[in-house]
């Protein structure tokens, strides 16, 4: 069962539809809850409609979140082709890094969204930009809980891909593929290009790309199974959500 079909998605998905506001109705008429607006006081909710709809955001956008995951794996096996007349194509393995660093900085927010969503079904009234695991987490509500184990799961889930992306953001360092071969490391490159009367980058870039061909469905492969194993976690994150989801929101009633 992927997590957009999870009861405790379709229960806060058919508690917002029940009484959506305007400007939400309008939103779901052009884009079909593609673009949602962010949870505001401002919006002149109801408590229990402010409750309902702070809750579906987070759901919501954890869904969205699998969803790029998948559509960054599609774009990540498409062939490439030269544009007629470009001087300079797009190399397999630049287009294979752009998009696992895409991949890696969306996997890796799976876990503070988690954190997010946690915050509002137990309304611990975090802010959100200070809604971090320790907050969340070391919350007596929460504690021992649970909640706080699978939560611990997705935080060494995570885990593999913070590194990569902290380089990333922080240090402008691009994020090294798990699988690039170490077989290039092995080659005598240099050797290899004086006997064929090539320079050496130009060498190393033909079999970096004859490399990155035969890697790719590999890591292709891990990807999937990474996606499958979180999605998996989140999938028990709502598990244990939706009856504190539902025991709260009858406080609201």
């Known amino acids: ?92 393995q630049e287009w294979i890094v752009y998009n696992y660093e895409h991949y890696t900085l969306v996997y890796q927010s799976i876990l503070d969204i988690a954190l997010l969503l946690t915050n509002e079904v137990f309304v611990l009234g975090n802010p959100y930009k200070k809604c971090s695991y320790s907050t969340v987490c070391d919350n007596s509500r929460i504690n021992g809980t649970g909640v706080h184990r699978i939560l611990e799961k997705l935080r060494k889930t995570t885990s593999k891909h913070r590194e990569g992306k902290n380089l990333l953001l922080h240090r402008g360092e691009r994020i090294k593929l798990p699988l690039e071969s170490r077989i290039l490391d092995t080659i005598d490159v240099t050797n290899m290009a004086i006997k064929l009367g090539i320079e050496v980058g130009d060498m190393r870039e033909l079999v970096t790309e004859f490399l990155a061909m035969h890697s790719r469905t590999e890591l292709l492969t891990m990807m999937q199974e990474e996606c499958r194993g979180i999605e998996s976690q989140v999938e028990e994150l709502f598990d244990k959500l939706l009856p504190d989801y539902r025991r709260m929101r009858s406080f609201y009633s």
């Not at 058919?14 to 305007?22: D, S």
């Not at 954890?62 to 794996?73: A, C, G, K, M, P």
């Open 1 to 92: 069962m992927a997590v957009k079909e999870h009861p405790l998605f379709n229960e806060v998905f058919a508690n917002v539809n029940v009484w959506a506001m305007p400007q939400i109705q309008e939103v779901i008429k052009q884009k079909g809850y593609q673009t949602l607006l962010k949870p505001d006081s401002s919006h002149k909710l109801s408590p229990k409609q402010q409750y309902e709809y702070n809750s579906y955001y987070w759901c919501k956008t954890l869904v969205d979140v699998f969803n790029r995951l998948e559509s960054i794996r599609t774009m990540t096996g498409r062939s490439l082709y030269k544009k007629k007349n470009e001087e300079k194509s797009v190399l397999l």
